[in-house]
Structure formats: C-alpha cells, structure tokens
C-alpha cells in the first residue's frame, strides 16, 4: 500500500482560514478519493500557519479495474434488415468494441444496444496528479487574494510545494501567471527556530522530519502542549486559568512552537470590572488570564501569552507584551472613569445620533418602541404595577451604554458596562441586571435571561427588530439573514419556552404590525401573515431540534391547518408541551394503542359536516336512531370524555385525554367491527349523519391534542 503527502507552503496564514481549511480538507479530500474508487487506511490532515498538509495512508497503487456498462443508439437505428448500419459500426468503433459483443435489451422507451466494457484502473499517482490542484483551488474562504501577475486566489501567497508518493516526488505544477510552484521534498522549518529549508526522505517521515525543525504539523498535538504549558505557567503564577475554546483554537493556528509566557501588569488596574479586562486579553490581545484557585475566581495582574518564538527570549516577549496591554488597559481605566462620570441615563439623548436603520430611524427611536412593547406584554402577562414599572425601566435604559466611551471602544462589552453603569447610577439591581441580559441568547447554546425583567425587555427588543425589519420587505431568503431575523425569532421561542410565560404571541403581532402599519403606511395583514408564517417556521424546526419526529410535529402545527397555526401562536407553551406529550406517548407505546380507533375515526368522519370545535354530544347526537347497543355506548363514553377533555385543555395535562382515548377505544372497536357493529354510511342519509356525527366528536377530542391523520403509523 501506499503512502501520499501533499504540503502546501505559505505566507503566514489567517488562523480563521486555516482553521476552516482543514475541516474542509478532513471533508471532501476522503469523498474526492472514494469518486475515483481508492480507499485509504487514514486522511490525517495538518495545518500551521506556514503549512496545510495532508497525509494520506493505504492508498492502493491504482484504481480497481471495472466494468462499465454504455448505452448506444436504438436497436431500429442500428441495424437494418439484420445488418448493422453506419450508427452501429461507428459505435462499435468508438468503444473499441466488435458488433458480436453488443446487447439488445428493451427500455421503456424502445430497444437500445448496450456493450460492456472492461476499464482498468488508472495508477493512483496519475489520479492525485489531477486532484491535488483541485483540493488546493477548491478551499473556500473570506478575502481570499492573488498575487504576483497570476489569476490564482488563496488566502495568501504559496511559496513551496511538496508532494510524495512514498518517497518519489509526485511532478505538480501550480501556474500563476509567470510564476510556475513545482512540487519537491523541499519543506521550511520554523522562521525563527530552524530558518532553513528541509529535505522530506518520503511521506511517513513528514511529521517527525518537521518536528526536527521547530514545526508541530498537528494541531491537535500543539493543543494539547499550549493546555498543558498554560495551565503549568497559570499554576507557577500562583493561580488557574479558563482555557476559551475560541481563544484556544485561535492561539493553536497563530503558532508552530508554542511558548507560554506569563507576563503581568500593575495591580491597580484590578480595579477595573473582570470583564474589561478579560475582554482586552483575550478578544484583543489573545492572551489567557489567570484567576485565583477560589471560588470567587478573582483576576491576578498576571496573564499567559503563547509565543511562536524563541523560548530562551521568553524573557523578552513578556516585556514587549506587558508594555502593550498596560497601554490598553490604561485606555480601558480612563474610559471606565470618564463614563461614570455622569448617570446612564443621561446617555439617551446621544443614541439620537446612532442609526439602528436608515429608514426605521435612531437607537433612540428603538428605545421607544421597545418601551411600547414591552407595556403590552406586561398588560398581557398582568403585571403588578411595580414589576411593570422595573420593565418600563430597563427597557429605556438598555441600549444606553452603547454611546459609552468604553463600549465604543470594546463593543463587546455591550450590555454588560451598561449593568455596572446602571447600579453605578443607583438604578435597581433588576433593572441593571436585565441590561445585560437582555441580550442572551447570543446564539445557539447561550444561556437565556432568567429574571422575568430580563426576559420581557428581550422579548420586546427582539419583536421590534422583527417587525420593523418584515415591515421594510427585508425579509430572510436561503442563507441571506443580515439582521439575524432567524435568531431573533428562536430567542422569541426559546425565552418563552424556558420562563413558560403565557404570552399570545398571535396578539402582540397584531398589535406591534398595527403601530407600524399605522407610521409607515403599510398592510398591517399582510405583514402580520409574514410574520406568523415566519414563526411556524421556526418553531418546527426548534421542535425538530429537540428530537421530536417530524410527523408529530407536523400534527400539532397542522398541515394547512388554521386551526392549529392559529393555536400555535396564540400558545407557544401548549404547542411545546403537546409536541414532547406525543412524543413521549409514542416512546412508551400508548399511541400505538389508540392510533387506529382514531385515525379511522379521523378518514371517516371527514366525510360528514360537523364543526371540528364540537365536543359536546348533548342536542347532536340523536338517540332515538340508534340502531345497535354499540351505538349507545358509543355515545355514551363521548358524554363521559368531556370533563376530561375539557379539564386537559385549561391545564394542558394531556394525560387525562389519552387516558380516556384508551378507555373508549374497545367501544369503538365493537362500533366498527363484530356481531354488534354498524355500517357507517347507512342509505338511510340521518342515520348516517347520526354516525359520523359520533366519529365526528371522538375526532374532535383527539384534535384537542393533535391532528391524528399527520401522524405515520409505526414511524
């Protein structure tokens, strides 16, 4: 078996870029092999911020030979009064084939000649040859650029190129205008470790050969050096730090040869807030802070660098990198100074000159309508006036900070400089606290905000966005989603679902597209429609993300539905918890034992009138007509089932529905079918309508919970 090695030498590389690269190599380099039938024992592939390599092992010598079999023209066209004509000697010479060896065989549109041939595999270096520019070309990326007079794009310049096969050079050219990269053995060390060039005996001895020089290729190896050697350096400092998965994957790209470096600063700057300072660490300066080994985790004006250097300079580049933080958080003390100079309120009238749209108008603006909403869904909720007036509250100070010297210079600390300013100011702690969390979730997996101050604002922010941005017409298409409209509605879901707040979400939409309509002069339907189909959308997939199968979700939204749409809004609690109920009704089996009493019921009563909101046998159902005892006692469990269905609709408790679906299903069994059941569609036309009037409410109890005909028997 053999062995292959691609390296591609570079410029320095982003660490985003590198990152994305050899998750795209790791994918489609082991799906370009298997389209040319050659299988491997590994793909491993290595990237730093010189290098993207890929060491492929086991690869066959050449492709399988293979059988292959080619359709020709018709068989009339081919042969003429059983002789071949023109169309068939030409096709035979085109296959290299003789006449004797063609096949008649009839398809659906006529007889056709066919001919088997027998292909043998090309040898596997004549393959790579042909792909290995196209793994390089086929990397995708931002910003990608050209260089020198050529038309090549990758993320920066390619300076060398080595490709083995074992250990014979595999001849490839890569043409860039006047610039011509052929393939060698010929890789570089470190830049600074080991400046040389380095000679690669064959493709197995690619990673130690390079380790010789000062280069770790894998970058999980130089993950785990960078955990052990900063968690080592943190401890010798007398402390521990947080290894961010950003941080960590970022640093591990930015280097060869890891060096930690504990570097420190003033500790005066400790009295800036823990996340100023973490933020100018690891956002800005990409460094690991260290925190003390308590429960408090307070910061030491210690942090850890990882270094691509020399580490016998070490010495050095701590001092190079204490000069530059102490600079930026002497910037981060002055602002932090200069902003609580004076109350978070008074930065409102600034937010005039901040544009949230250009045609929806100012921060400010927003503010206002986020106030306005936010007043509706506590007029929903039927908040006590203090509760309402901390909401009024936060909502018109939670875009304050964003004109705040310390966030316009570290925007990511929105929210959370406004909560300090906040309690700075003497604004409530709930209040202050939903400022900052009135942001999450961030995005998928982020924690959600947990005081019912918090979740309104959030709510009311996110509603805004959403129905100002529809009723601008810009709305979502394929991946296109600017102003994450998407995960603005999930967020909507997601906090409701998780604080189970009562909110008619069909209303608030009424209500908000209405002021809207009203001020630009818009369809206040239309946009409401958009909005409501929007987010159906997002709660089946939310629902579909929890693992629920799609058919029950497709029964408790509906399938051209408006009931259940219509439902849906109106109560995201009930929709949530009627999709796990089925769920989990399926799991344990209890649907299977009432899946066909009522999906028949369903088909059958279909064919009769009665409302679908009936559940109520009183003055329906006319007795006198009964015929069979089945009748009756059919009957007579439908006037049994109403409390309980009536009472699993008020408290959701759906339990007391399936329960008395289970207990009615023989009933209706004996209806259907046996010595005492009955023809549903008798000739006698009120006879009939009597019938599948009773199918018609036991129909209807089962749409309390779900529409039953969506539902896939024995998914």
Known sequence: MTVFLLEVGTEELPASFLGDAILQWRSRIPQSLEAYSLTSTTVEVYGTPRRLAVLITGLPSQQPDREEEIKGPPAQAAFKDGKPTPAATGFAKKQGVDIAAFDIRPTDKGDFVFVKKSIAGRPVAEILTELVPQWISGLEGKRLMRWGD??????????????????VVLPIELVNGHQTITSDRISWGHRVLHPQPVSIPQATDYVNTLRNAAVIVDPTERTQIIH?????????????????PDLLAEVTNLVEYPTAVVGKFEPEFLQLPTEVITEVMVTHQRYFPVFTGTESKELLPNFITVANGDPHKSDIIAVGNERVIRARLADGKFFYQADLAKPLESYLPQLEKVTFQEELGSVRTKIDRIVTIANYISSQLQLEAQQTQKIQRAAL?????????????????QGIMGEKYALASGEDAEVANAIVQHYLPTGAGDSLPTTLTSQIVGLADRLDTLVSIFGLGLIPTGSS???????????????????????????????ITADFAAKYHKDPQTLTAAL??????????????????????????????????????????????????????????????IYETVNRSTRLAAQGDLDQQQLEPTNLIQTQLFQKSSEESFH?????????????????????????????????????????????????????????????????????LADFGAIVKNL
């Open 150 to 167: 050529g038309d090549m794009r990758f993320s920066r310049p390619i300076r060398w190129l080595v490709a083995l096969l074992d250990d």
């Open 228 to 244: 052990t050697q900063v968690e080592a350096a943190a401890h010798k400092a007398g402390g521990s730090t947080v290894f961010y």
């Open 397 to 413: 100070l939670c875009k304050a900070d964003l004109v705040s010297q310390m966030v316009y210079e570290f925007p990511e600390l």
């Open 481 to 511: 989603d600017p102003f994450a409209l998407r995960r603005a509605a999930n967020a909507v879901i997601n906090i409701t679902w998780a604080a189970n707040l009562p909110i008619n979400l069909a209303n608030l939409l009424t209500q």
């Open 532 to 593: 409501a189909e929007f987010f159906l959308q997002r709660i089946r997939t939310l629902l579909q993300d929890e693992k629920l199968d799609y058919d029950l979700v497709n029964a408790v939204l509906g399938e051209n539905d408006p009931e259940y749409t219509e439902r849906a809004l109106e109560d995201l609690l009930d929709v949530r918890d009627r999709a796990l109920y089925l769920q989990q009704i399926r799991n344990d089996g209890t649907l299977d034992k």
């Open 636 to 704: 007579n469990a439908l006037v049994e089932l109403v409390p309980s269905t009536q009472k699993a609709k008020e408290t959701r408790n759906y339990q007391l529905l399936i329960t008395g679906l289970a207990e009615i299903a023989p009933t209706v069994a004996r209806f259907f079918d046996g010595e005492d059941s009955v023809l549903v569609m008798d000739l006698n036309p009120d006879i009939k309508r009597n019938r599948l009037y009773l199918l018609g409410l036991l129909r209807n109890h089962a749409r309390v």
